[in-house]
């Protein structure tokens, strides 16, 4: 398939996990992508090798999503360059997990800085071109642990809470403009986020999924590109769960 032939796909934290397996499924169906990285160059390069191999054009840009003027500056070049931004995925994210009571001010607002202010600061930078064009796309990779909480995740949760709200306002305010915008949830799905997760833990989240696995980065990257396609072109502020079944 190449219904994304043409278009301009942006994916922040695209170096790794999801985000890189939303690149390469951009990719194979025609895109140029742009990836966004924090510092890992190398599984940056990876990412960007694997998109020409999938059939798209690529790109790596390293800055910090929590930045305001590098996220500006990043998508001006991008528009600069290719001439357009057709699909945001704002992707980036961290977890930092500890219990309330010894929970640190600079992680709980670095966590809020990075998965929820860094998707304001792209959507905003993005707004003025995706309005111009009057057509565009917004995903935001949220979490099943923003839906249902999870204890140890205070930042974590408030900030994929956080995101459905920006996506839902997004959604509306942006749909004047011809622009979609939607959530993706993910439940516990295979990728470094995840690999320090202790066996025991691990052994109870499967009790609970009744698909009894983890997810794959994917099929949650199947579920991104979905949204962002035209078969998905009267869906706006939906929050689309990819979890095996874990939360209904
Ligand atoms: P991951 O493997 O840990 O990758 C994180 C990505 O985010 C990397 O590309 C990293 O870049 C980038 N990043 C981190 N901080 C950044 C910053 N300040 N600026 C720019 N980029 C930054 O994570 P993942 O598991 O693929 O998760 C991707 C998204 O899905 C996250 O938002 C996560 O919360 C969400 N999610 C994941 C799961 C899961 O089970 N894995 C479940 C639900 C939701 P570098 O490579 O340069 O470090």
């Given at each position: 398939?190449?219904?994304?032939?043409?278009?301009?796909?942006?994916?922040?934290?695209?170096?790794?996990?999801?985000?890189?397996?939303?690149?390469?499924?951009?990719?194979?169906?025609?895109?140029?992508?742009?990836?966004?990285?924090?510092?890992?160059?190398?599984?940056?390069?990876?990412?960007?090798?694997?998109?020409?191999?999938?059939?798209?054009k690529?790109?790596?840009?390293?800055?910090?999503?929590?930045?305001?003027?590098?996220?500006n500056?990043?998508?001006?070049?991008?528009?600069?360059?290719?001439?357009?931004?057709?699909?945001?995925?704002?992707?980036?994210?961290?977890?930092?997990?500890?219990l309330?009571?010894?929970?640190?001010?600079?992680?709980?607002?670095?966590?809020?800085?990075?998965?929820?202010?860094?998707?304001?600061?792209?959507?905003?930078?993005?707004?003025?071109?995706?309005?111009?064009?009057?057509?565009?796309?917004?995903?935001?990779?949220?979490?099943?642990?923003?839906?249902?909480?999870n204890?140890?995740?205070?930042?974590?949760a408030?900030?994929?809470?956080?995101?459905?709200?920006?996506?839902?306002?997004?959604?509306?305010?942006?749909?004047?403009?011809?622009?979609r915008?939607?959530?993706?949830?993910?439940?516990?799905?295979?990728?470094?986020?995840?690999?320090?997760?202790?066996?025991?833990?691990?052994?109870?989240?499967?009790?609970?999924?009744?698909?009894?696995?983890?997810?794959?980065?994917?099929?949650?990257?199947a579920?991104?590109?979905?949204?962002?396609?035209?078969?998905?072109?009267?869906?706006?502020?939906?929050?689309?769960?990819?979890?095996?079944?874990?939360?209904?």
């Amino acid at each position: 398939m190449s219904d994304f032939k043409d278009k301009v796909v942006f994916i922040t934290g695209g170096s790794r996990g999801i985000g890189r397996a939303c690149a390469v499924a951009f990719a194979k169906r025609g895109a140029t992508v742009v990836i966004n990285y924090a510092g890992n160059e190398a599984a940056a390069t990876e990412t960007v090798k694997l998109i020409g191999e999938a059939g798209g054009k690529g790109k790596a840009v390293r800055f910090d999503v929590a930045n305001p003027e590098e996220c500006n500056k990043a998508v001006e070049e991008t528009v600069k360059e290719l001439g357009r931004l057709d699909v945001l995925v704002n992707n980036a994210g961290v977890a930092i997990d500890g219990l309330i009571m010894r929970f640190a001010d600079a992680d709980y607002q670095k966590t809020l800085d990075i998965n929820l202010k860094g998707a304001f600061n792209l959507i905003r930078a993005v707004s003025r071109t995706m309005m111009k064009q009057r057509a565009g796309v917004i995903i935001n990779m949220t979490s099943i642990v923003g839906e249902m909480g999870n204890g140890g995740q205070a930042a974590y949760a408030a900030s994929k809470a956080g995101l459905i709200g920006l996506t839902k306002a997004m959604a509306k305010e942006l749909a004047p403009r011809n622009i979609r915008v939607c959530a993706v949830s993910p439940g516990f799905i295979e990728t470094d986020m995840t690999t320090h997760i202790p066996e025991e833990a691990r052994k109870m989240m499967l009790q609970v999924t009744p698909l009894a696995r983890l997810g794959r980065a994917e099929e949650v990257a199947a579920a991104t590109v979905f949204l962002a396609s035209n078969d998905a072109s009267y869906i706006t502020g939906e929050v689309l769960k990819v979890n095996g079944g874990m939360y209904m």
